[in-house]
Nanobody, 128 residues
Framework: QVTLTESGGGSVQAGESLRLSCSIS????????GAWFRQAPGKEVEGVAA???????TYVDSVKGRFTISQDNAKSTLYLEMNSLNPEDTAMYYC??????????????????????RGQGTHVTVSS
């Protein structure tokens, strides 16, 4: 059974950095599109970043230039490097995987629940 497990969340001050990791276990279904989503208190889920099977990436405008999505060579771990964090980045962050050769843009466009596998989330709090 495929399992996604996020780690790396925590509490930081504005301007600091965090690196989130998403371990993907028991995955043997070929190419996929990996993505990070977040949900701030009282708000809807938002797509943050995605990476497709060709390594193309896409980001929501609010994190462009500050966040970087990547994966390891084995494609068993997704990362989200987050720099220059601000209080608006406070949220529960989820990683997700959609099977197939979806483009990164489409992977971010479809909702979290449309992905085949999702993690339980890791919380990020940014204080001013």
């Amino acid at each position: 059974q495929v399992t996604l497990t996020e780690s790396g969340g925590g509490s930081v001050q504005a301007g600091e950095s965090l690196r989130l990791s998403c371990s993907i276990s028991e995955y043997n279904y070929g190419p996929y599109c990996g993505a990070w989503f977040r949900q701030a208190p009282g708000k809807e889920v938002e797509g943050v970043a995605a990476i497709d099977s060709n390594g193309n990436t896409t980001y929501v405008d609010s994190v462009k230039g500050r966040f970087t999505i990547s994966q390891d060579n084995a494609k068993s771990t997704l990362y989200l490097e987050m720099n220059s964090l601000n209080p608006e980045d406070t949220a529960m962050y989820y990683c997700a995987v959609a099977l197939g050769r979806l483009s990164a843009s489409y992977g971010l466009l479809i909702g979290l629940n449309e992905h085949h596998y999702r993690g339980q989330g890791t919380h990020v709090t940014v204080s001013s």
